[in-house]
T-cell receptor, first 114, second 113 residues
Framework: QKEVEQDPGPLSVPEGAIVSLNCTYS??????FMWYRQYSRKGPELLMYTYSSGNKEDGRFTAQVDKSSKYISLFIRDSQPSDSATYLC??????????????FGKGTKLSVIP | ETGVTQTPRHLVMGMTNKKSLKCEQH?????MYWYKQSAKKPLELMFV???????ENNSVPSRFSPECPNSSHLFLHLHTLQPEDSALYLC????????????FGPGTRLTVT
């Protein structure tokens, strides 16, 4: 079983739809949870991060973490064509060497159709 | 320049060449990272530097050699690469070694012929 599972999509939605992106994980030591957005030919851009179970909201984006189920989600409200990108989940645990290693999902490619 | 910059953006090299990738962060961060991104695979962490000291080497072949002369600059020296090393190489930095907030550069698209 891979440490982080993420449906690669592609996911295509009409403009204005609510988008739900999900990741599951197996390592209960993960402490920080992040979502990155990556546009074509660009590096990943940090969207949101959290370290506790529950919801965190930032504008049209809501990150949700359920540590008991080992499940994280990113919701995008009122999706826009500019949200079309690949979304990567990432999570980190203490690697025991004074630093935390990020483990990424494969990414979900999202297209928002005008 | 702001954020994390990488040069060159594109590189084509033969298997016998030696080249270097450069990364510079303008964020005052203390940790820097090299990642490899291949199609249909998750991002793979290669090296971690905290306060200029290498703290992680994720079983990366010796044909990849990192160098961190100071907390703002990171290099990846390449020699005798293989075609399967073709990928997007990403540099990232974070404020602390906790690595929970990592900021990425645009990457270098490497093609090995």
């Amino acid at each position: 079983q891979k440490e982080v599972e993420q449906d690669p999509g592609p996911l295509s939605v009409p403009e204005g739809a609510i988008v739900s992106l999900n990741c599951t994980y197996s390592n209960s030591a993960f402490q920080y949870f992040m979502w990155y957005r990556q546009y074509s030919r660009k590096g990943p851009e940090l969207l949101m991060y959290t370290y506790s179970s529950g919801n965190k909201e930032d504008g049209r984006f809501t990150a949700q973490v359920d540590k008991s189920s080992k499940y994280i989600s990113l919701f995008i409200r009122d999706s826009q064509p500019s949200d079309s990108a690949t979304y990567l989940c990432a999570m980190s645990a203490d690697s025991g060497a004074g630093s935390y290693q990020l483990t990424f999902g494969k990414g979900t490619k999202l297209s928002v159709i005008p | 320049e702001t954020g994390v910059t990488q040069t060159p953006r594109h590189l084509v090299m033969g298997m016998t060449n030696k080249k270097s990738l450069k990364c510079e962060q303008h964020l005052g961060h203390n940790a820097m990272y090299w990642y490899k991104q291949s199609a249909k695979k998750p991002l793979e962490l290669m090296f971690v530097y905290n306060f200029k000291e290498q703290t992680e080497n994720n079983s990366v072949p010796s044909r990849f050699s990192p160098e961190c002369p100071n907390s703002s600059h990171l290099f990846l020296h390449l020699h005798t690469l293989q075609p399967e090393d073709s990928a997007l190489y990403l540099c990232a930095s974070s404020p602390t070694p906790a690595g929970d907030e990592q900021y990425f550069g645009p990457g270098t698209r490497l093609t090995v012929t």
